[in-house]
């Protein structure tokens, strides 16, 4: 149930509004684009194609922010482990309120 | 290739994995099960077990619309082709499935005019090239496959092509899930939901999972990063003490669901009152059948077709395989009676079944008891 | 002389069916099962693509091949190149430099006169570019509707080189596995030439006669190469799985050192399929020692035609009878031969 591809749309057709040429890694094919009628995808717009249907548009942003995500799983705890470092005793540094007073 | 290599990136994975064994804690057993059998077949295609610690089990769901298919349904359909004016169309996943009289493709061999198509406006396009014969489509998969039937079948009507029917062994995913929970047998501790399904109806209707059974549930991609990532944010969840619906797979699923794909499922199907899913028995409200206004293009209603059910071998466990129950390999006649040359039952046939990955990817590492990390080792 | 035939065959399908002719598991038993136990008597040996036969003091490789495909002519080529091809390449991957060839062409009346001449004139012209002499051949019609167009059968003599003993029973633990170049272009070529499938795409079979690679191949390398295989039906994943069964080894091959053109690819995305399993016309495998291995490498990327040769992966003593492939990522799945076509799947 479940072999989606994303690919590019290349060409619309004005005469066939849910007919659209999609591209991916350089092979094309007519798809139709019938279930994103409430929202055309324009060319250059990256679906999600199944059985020869889009089925949603691709988000780049939504996907960079993925990515982005998931380069920082871990980070968080990486830059906790450095500070850590510093005494073992206390595997946090934490700032004291005391040591603010100027008095 | 966009949108797929960033998905596979070796260092995000080790990233995910590292992320992976840090939020799990030892001292338990976590039991997830994947629902759709897209995600059995990209789990064992790309190796991701090896990236999960041991305490981690993946389940098999019944999402897998080949697998569930009773054997009757197969006989059904190919009794059809038995009408030489038929052109018998199907996708490829279905050919080789066995019924009762033996496979598609066995069919094909001794004269039966069945044809491999990509796509239901295929089947359409040949019933437009072939106004002397008719054409069927043998229509199967969840909600991610019916809306494109239900256009299809628009088309059909708006062009008045009516050498054309439709038999539909659609089936949708919220049943088969309900099945699962309501199981005895089953301890299921969170969910990777479904997403290609998910493009279509959205993530609301898993809120019940989430509310009433507490479970999380995390609607979840196909590439490695993906299914890694809702791994994370699964034990994230269940270390946090909550249970909520969430989407991993936001580049491509929209929270409310696909309107157009719903709109035109509407129009031309509605609930069977019941049917019966493999190894699961009759589940109600669980399968599209067409409309009243779609009688001409319904398979069902322009041939007569047997309607027999047929059981499944005795020994084959297909069901309990189905439902999580039991692991492929615990089937009496998995790797001997019943393999992907000679298959008893559809698990071991279908791409997506669970008996298939498992012993086209994973068996024979088992057999010969090497350690998945050693494997990758030595290739280093 | 007597040779003992077993009473029975091991062989229980019921009826023939294309699977059977697909490359796969199924057409292993057929030829295992049913046709080497009664044709080959006793032997017991794995099957090679060509035989060594000796006729007094000469010693000359002997193979077979037939032809069946649709369309008779695609990208790339036609029927007529596949057949001289298909069997000079049997003859080089078994360490033998291709020389003659008998051809017999099967015509299904109905037959436009000039297709014909046009494929003999494809057979004439391979020939020619692979050096090899067409020495005769065969010709018969039958009626419309009993033959797909054009069947080609053909036999090919060639003389063994005296550096080469390929063999399964060489192959060791240790050993690499060299693939000539990008995989899968000819049979996902013959699917879109189909026409059946809306996809347009830049892609030609690969046809060519592999004895240049394979002659320069056996120079820099000579006794280290242990076993060549031109994988066709079936593609890559099929020939290293007998491999590992004939040798009695494991193989573990990384998915990402395969080369594989983006438009095949892509196709193979599109239409579900594995390029791992895909027919290639004009690709070799070659398991080489070790210390040889990238000597012979070298020697193929200056061959014209084998620039994108690569080492794909190599030959390990666990698992048995297994191949093992790798994702650039670490995860490891097993690579299985088909059990019958290559079926797309929307799942």
Redesign the interface.
Known sequence: ????????IVQLFPEEETRALVD???????I?T?????DPPRVGD?V??????A??K???E??L???Q???M??EE?AALEELAGYDPADPVPRLEPSSWSTS | ????D?FRDPA?IS??A??IR?LSDPRRAYRFMEV????T?AIYRFGLKDFLPENIELVHGP???VCVLPMGRIDDALTMTSDPSVIFTA?GDMMRVPGAQGSPLAWKARGSDIRIV?????ALKLAEKNPDRHVVFFAI??E??A??TA?TLL?ARARGITNFSVFSNHVTIIPAIRAILDSPDMRIDAFLG????S??IGCRPYEWIARNERRPIVVSG?EP?DIL?TI?MLLRQMKDGESKVEN?Y?????WEG????LK?MAEVFNLRPYFEWRGMGFISQSALGLRETFAGWDAERRFSIPGVRVTDPKAAQCGEVLKGVLKPAQCKLFGKECTPERPVGALMVSS?GSCAAYYNYEHRKVLAQIEPAAAVRAIA | MSIPFPARSRFLDPQIEMAHGAGGKASRRLVEDLIAPLLLGDSSGPLADAAQVQIGPASVAFTADSFVVHPLRFPGGSIGDLAVNGTANDLAVSGARPHALVVTLIVEAGLPSRELEAEIRAIAQAAARAGVIIAGGDTKVVEHGKADRLYITTAGIGRPLPGAHLSPSRVQPGDKILLSGPIGDHGTTILLARGE??????LSSDTRCVFPMVEALLNAAGPCVRWMRDPTRGGVATSLNELARDAHVGILIEEDAVPIR??V???C??L?LDPLHIANEGQFLAVVAPDRAQAALEALHQTQGGELAAIIGEVSQQPRATVLSKAAFGGTRVLDMLVGDPLP???
Request: charged share 20%; glycine share 10%.
């Open positions: 149930m479940c072999l989606a591809i994303p690919a590019r991916v890694a350089g092979v094309r094919r007519h139709d019938g279930l994103l009628a409430e990256w999600l194609v199944h059985v020869g249907f089925m949603s691709i988000s780049e939504q996907a922010d993925q990515i995500l998931l380069k799983l871990g705890q | 290739m966009k949108y797929v960033e995000l990233n995910a590292a992320e840090r759709c059998g897209g995600h077949h999402g897998c619309p996708f990509y796509s239901p406006a295929d998969g969840f991610t496959t809306p494109s256009l088309r479904p997403g290609h399904v493009t279509v196909f990063l990532q994370v991993q936001a580049r491509v699923v929209p696909n309107r157009a794909a035109a997506e | 499938l809306d996809l347009e795409a830049d983006d438009t690819r892509g196709a995305e599109l579900g799947r929307i799942c």
